[in-house]
């Protein structure tokens, strides 16, 4: 690499094609994050999602101890933990956990979306209130603390102290990051000293605002005194331009019908998105969608991460390897989705030399 390129990292939603069981899915992401630690990617996360027939990415931590398993270099962690869905004690306990199991490669990235619909949050929640969102700053303070050698403190109204750990003897904390996608979360980053990843994979809009009042509003802390921040982008790479294009629509006509409301299925084989024939509304929204991606050869792709690494001046690039799969191929594993990651890195390293 040359000081110009970005390092490279994956995000993975855990796809579910037409045809694709969850243990398939998730065997063709173990594969595919075994194949980013052989490549020199700097992290893999796993995103938090549910209900969503074409997503099997629920539960982050549990995916995170399986990647440990798979691979030896690469962090690995959660791109996000949604946290209003979830007690602050039992993330960090997970987290804690995971650090012990892959000591010095766990990243925790804490998001404040639901992850699902508001029916779907309910469940998540249980019982108990509704307003957690409002609740995300202090929680977020709040695993911080638990993942500390000092712990956290309860204190009673009635007078007493109770101190609570996330591990009895920790030999190293998580990284915590903050995700988002509005302003909010990334003053919320910025105030709290914390490095801030803008989910530009998602929606686009609104990225050099953010980073703006994230870097110009940074309040340094002891573990960050720097802003520390990377961008998300949806990326396929193929052997041809033609070929990357027929792999990305299928991904493309599901985020359409996430734009669009429409009932959501398992994301479509490639002959299937060829063979829809799509309204308008749908082919517009898979237009604008198209026009923010990054589709084409390994060269093309490499150049064009390079240049938007530059462009909004971040050493780090996410990927979201959004390939989709030919009705010939395995679905225990990811061909596409490995090829993009290879024809990737393989584009880098020949440019550096």
């Given at each position: ?166 591990t009895p003897a920790a030999s190293g904390v998580p990284e915590v990051w903050l995700l988002g996608s509005s302003d909010y979360s990334a003053q919320l980053a910025a105030s709290h000293g914390l490095p801030y ?157």
């Open positions: 690499m040359t000081a110009a390129d970005p390092a490279l990292s994956v995000l993975d939603l855990v796809p579910v094609s037409t045809g694709q069981t969850s243990a398939e899915a998730i065997s063709a992401s173990l594969s595919l994050a075994a194949a980013a630690d052989r490549l020199g990617y700097r992290r893999y996360w796993f995103a938090e999602h549910h209900n969503m027939p074409a997503v099997a990415s629920t539960t982050p931590p549990v995916l995170i101890a399986a990647a440990a398993g798979r691979t030896t270099r690469i962090r690995l962690g959660s791109g996000g933990v949604m946290l209003p869905n979830h007690s602050p004690l039992i993330v960090a306990e997970q987290f804690a956990a995971l650090e012990a199991i892959a000591p010095g490669r766990i990243d925790l990235g804490l998001g404040r979306a639901p992850g699902s619909d508001p029916v779907i949050t309910q469940l998540l929640r249980g019982s108990g209130p509704t307003s957690d969102v409002e609740q995300f700053p202090r929680h977020v303070q709040d695993i911080g603390a638990l993942l500390g050698a000092d712990g956290a403190t309860v204190r009673f109204t009635s007078g007493g102290e109770y101190t609570v750990h996330s990843v803008f989910a530009n994979h998602f929606s686009g809009h609104g990225l050099e605002r953010a980073l703006d009042l994230y870097r110009t509003g940074y309040r340094p802390s002891e573990e960050h005194p720097e802003p520390r921040t990377f961008l998300t982008i949806n990326t396929v790479a193929a052997p041809t331009a033609a070929e990357a294009e027929e792999r990305a629509l299928p991904q493309l006509r599901m985020m359409a019908r996430l734009r669009l409301n429409k009932p959501l299925i398992a994301l479509e084989t490639v002959e299937e998105a060829l063979a829809a024939s799509p309204d308008d509304a749908t082919t517009q929204t898979v237009e604008a969608a198209r026009s923010r991606w990054f589709v084409g050869t390994g060269e093309s792709v490499a150049a064009e991460l390079q240049a938007f690494a530059t462009k909004y001046g971040v050493d780090e690039v996410m990927i979201s390897p959004v390939a989709g799969v030919y009705e010939s191929e395995p679905r225990d594993t990811a061909p596409g989705r490995t090829q993009t990651l290879e024809l990737i890195a393989a584009a880098q390293a020949a440019a550096a030399n």
